[in-house]
């Protein structure tokens, strides 16, 4: 299913998930976490003019090799040669059969991409009989029939379920640990589906990925997004389940003072993270002198730099931000508050109205019977939480 055919046909699924994937040696210790640390693990193994090499150019990474075929990428990972090789999960069971390794050898690092595939029924085929092969697809998943068939093919790899949950590195909301998605937020939605009967089946990616695949496919569940003007219709909403601040910050001793929006428009540059809430409401109030990028740490050493005079970060994930950036809070210092805001869980457009609201009453349930402010304390001790608890 791609943005271009979504409307031609009716589907059933997903099938298979095709993920690009960075793949490491199982035994190598690496744990990739998001595109910046991807980008300092070692040399990646490409396959020449492949989707997976064209995508990590667009991303400007500088520590790729390009391999004239798939064979010679995989030998140079096996041989120690280097510590990654982007590829296609559906291509690599045959790929290591073929260079005489086994699945058991490698390890999925990071996922750059996803794409969902279906089953296309044509337009005029009826909706009665699209919606009976979609629930016999929804019961082969509940009773393990779909599971055990798609491990026949894809062994190392996590079927597709009824819903997708997904969700990217946000510590402390979200965030990989031990190399399992952990996070304040990733616990509630871990206890909402577990209280549903929903598997397990979180997915930790770029922002980026998981923001496209909830435009895109039906049943994602994507967390945790902020519930801002340009997003509300797009999706449907269930929550709240935290709150934040957004700041300005600058460079401690740097002398940058501002005290409403207007002077900090007259800044020569303020760096944000693409797609984040807190770029598009600099956006949406007119600013024109943002420098964006796709990994929020960049903006901490383009602070630290002098490439940007102010980024903005929000109050509960900035600490643990600038220390994967290799600095420390004492290194900046916060000059204006932008904004406060809820973030939610976000379910796509097209998820059914009882689904929705199913999430909503679990997460419901949740506060009332103390699970969301004994998960939420967890992470954030001090946390106020009156307001959070109000149903």
Not at 154 to 173: D, H, K, R, S
Request: contains cysteine; proline residues 5%.
């Amino acid at each position: 299913m791609t943005a271009e055919r979504k409307g031609l046909f009716q589907w059933v699924g997903p099938l298979v998930t095709q993920d690009t994937n960075l793949y490491a040696l199982k035994e190598s210790g690496i744990e990739i976490a998001n595109l910046d640390q991807a980008r300092k693990a070692g040399k990646i193994a490409t396959v020449s003019k492949y989707y997976s090499e064209q995508m990590l150019a667009e991303e400007s990474f500088t520590n790729t090799e390009s391999c004239p075929d798939r064979a010679t990428s995989l030998r140079r990972l096996l041989d120690g040669k280097v510590q990654l090789v982007a590829a296609s999960n559906t291509e690599m069971t045959a790929a290591l059969e073929n260079a005489g390794a086994s699945a058991d050898d490698v390890k999925s690092a990071f996922t750059l991409s996803t794409d969902l595939v279906y089953i296309a029924f044509s337009e005029g085929t009826s909706p009665a009989l699209v919606a009976r092969w979609q629930n016999e697809l929804d019961a082969m998943k509940r009773d393990g029939t779909f599971a055990r068939i798609y491990a026949r093919w894809f062994p190392a790899e996590m079927p597709p379920g009824i819903f997708q949950l997904v969700t990217e590195e946000y510590p402390p909301v979200t965030f990989l640990k031990d190399g399992k998605p952990s996070g304040l937020v990733t616990e509630m939605v871990r206890e909402i589906a577990a209280r549903q009967g929903i598997p397990d089946n979180i997915r930790l990616t770029s922002w980026k990925n998981a923001y496209n695949m909830a435009l895109l496919y039906p049943k994602v569940v994507l967390f945790s997004a902020e519930r801002t003007p340009e997003r509300e219709s797009l999706f449907q909403w269930v929550g709240p389940v935290g709150k934040n601040s957004a700041i300005l910050y600058a460079k401690k001793g740097s002398g940058v003072r501002i005290s409403t929006l207007d002077e900090a428009r007259n800044v020569a540059a303020i760096g944000t993270t693409t797609s984040w809430f807190t770029e598009q409401h600099l956006k949406r109030e007119g600013f024109t002198n943002l420098l964006s990028s796709p990994d929020p740490r960049a903006n901490v050493r383009q602070l630290m730099n002098g490439e940007v005079q102010l980024s903005v970060f929000t109050d509960i994930t900035i600490t643990e931000i600038v220390r994967q950036a290799g600095y420390s809070m004492t290194d900046l210092e916060p000059v204006f508050t932008v904004g406060r805001t809820y973030f939610y869980i976000a379910l796509t457009r097209d998820t059914p109205a009882e689904v929705v609201d199913a999430w909503q009453s679990t997460l419901d349930q949740l506060k009332r019977d103390g699970t969301f402010e004994r998960i939420y304390r967890s992470y954030l001790p001090d946390a106020e939480l009156s307001d959070l608890l109000v149903q």
